[in-house]
Each structure stands twice: as C-alpha cells, then as structure tokens.
C-alpha cells in the first residue's frame, strides 16, 4: 500500500512538472496573458517584414507600440507558402479559440511567384482552393476567433500583374467584405511602400499594420 502512494505521488509530482512547463513555454512564447485581446500574424513576409526593414520599423514593432509583446505572436515567416501556414496554425493553443483572439493571414503571394513562368488559370486555381482549404482549417480549429485576410499588392516590376488581380477578386467573394484587408489599396506608392521590389517597407508596413489595429 505504501508503494503505491509512494508512486501515485511520484507520477502526479511529473504531471504537475509537465503542466507548468507547459504553462511557461507557452508565457515565454507570448500565448498566455492576462489582457483581453491577442494578435496572431499568420502568413509570410507581407506581415513578417523584419528582415527588410531597420530594427523598430517591421509591422510587429508597429503593432507593440499600440499592444505589448505578450498580446502579439508572430507566426509568419519570410518565404512561407500556403503549407507553411498550416504548420503555423497547428502551433497556437486551443484555449486561444475565442472571440478577443484576432488573427491575420497573409498567403498564397509565394505560391503564386514559385509557379511563374509557368503560372496560368488553372495551376491559380490549383493554388486558390489550397487556400481555400487553409481558411477553411483556421475556422474549423479556431471557430470563435476573428479571422482577418490580406489581399495579395503587385510587384513594383510588375504593376498589371494579371494573376494577382484575379486571386483577389477570388478572395473578395470567398470572404465578407468586413473580413479582408485590401492591401492593394494601401500599397499605393512604389518608391515608398516598398524594398526589394515586393517587401513591404517601414512606410507600407505602418499602412498595413494601421489597418490591422483598425479591427481590433
């Protein structure tokens, strides 16, 4: 009888061990606060600019000026395509399925790119119903949380890309109008919204991030 309590104790010291390890990691990484609201950037460089613009000035710093780092959770990454962000969606916590969660998106630009010059109707519309399938996933796993999209901007080389005007239109009758962000309208300056041609630049990144704090 002693050995048994003596091992019911050992295990329930483990799972108490295990579970504030939990709590921790998931403090550390800015999922767990005690404030009402919390932004989560999905997505990949049209949100995650940081490499492409001096340390203060990424969408995420903007972001904290008005929020503190720990109600903000960068999950995009430089480069990421649609899979990528299902990766990135399957790291946040279920107990953040609620409705003071906010949650960006911005996809389906470096699918588009990866499939030039090869890219016609068909192969965009092989990549819009993968996207499809990713929002349909975010609301499934987070059904209480508000879900925002970001439309897709041109290039600074290639202002009448065709594809791009099409995923939008696309994306504008896949979502209510209240749910999109269009950041073709608010890239409206080359020279200044952008670096690198496509990159959003401390200038577009304080549009956008301005019309992220707008929702919340």
Excluded at 15 to 35: A, V
Excluded at 70 to 78: E, G, P, S, T
Excluded at 118 to 134: E, V
Excluded at 161 to 173: D, E, G, R
């Amino acid at each position: 009888m002693k050995l048994k309590t003596y091992l019911f104790n050992i295990y329930l010291i483990l799972f108490l061990s295990i579970l504030i390890g939990l709590y921790f990691m998931f403090k550390k990484e800015g999922f767990i606060n005690n404030n009402d609201k919390t932004i989560i950037l999905l997505g990949d460089s049209m949100l995650a600019n940081h490499s492409y613009v001096e340390k203060g000035n990424s969408i995420k710093d903007y972001i904290e000026e008005i929020f503190p780092k720990d109600r903000v959770f960068m999950l995009a990454k430089n480069n990421s395509t649609i899979q990528d962000v299902f990766y990135q969606l399957n790291k946040i916590p279920f107990d953040l399925d609620k409705s003071t969660t906010y949650l960006f998106l911005s996809a389906g630009g470096n699918d588009l790119l990866n499939a030039e010059p090869d890219l016609n109707s068909r192969t965009l519309n092989q990549i819009f119903d993968k996207y499809t399938l990713l929002v349909d996933s975010i609301i499934t796993r987070l059904p209480n949380a508000k879900l925002y999209v970001l439309t897709l901007y041109t290039p600074r080389d290639q202002p009448d890309h065709p594809y791009i005007k099409i995923w939008n239109q696309k994306l504008k009758k896949l979502l209510p109008f209240r749910n999109i962000i269009d950041t073709s309208l608010l890239i409206n300056d080359y020279e200044k919204d952008l670096v690198y041609n496509i990159e959003p630049s401390a200038n577009g990144g304080k549009k956008i991030a301005s019309a992220i704090l707008r929702r919340i």
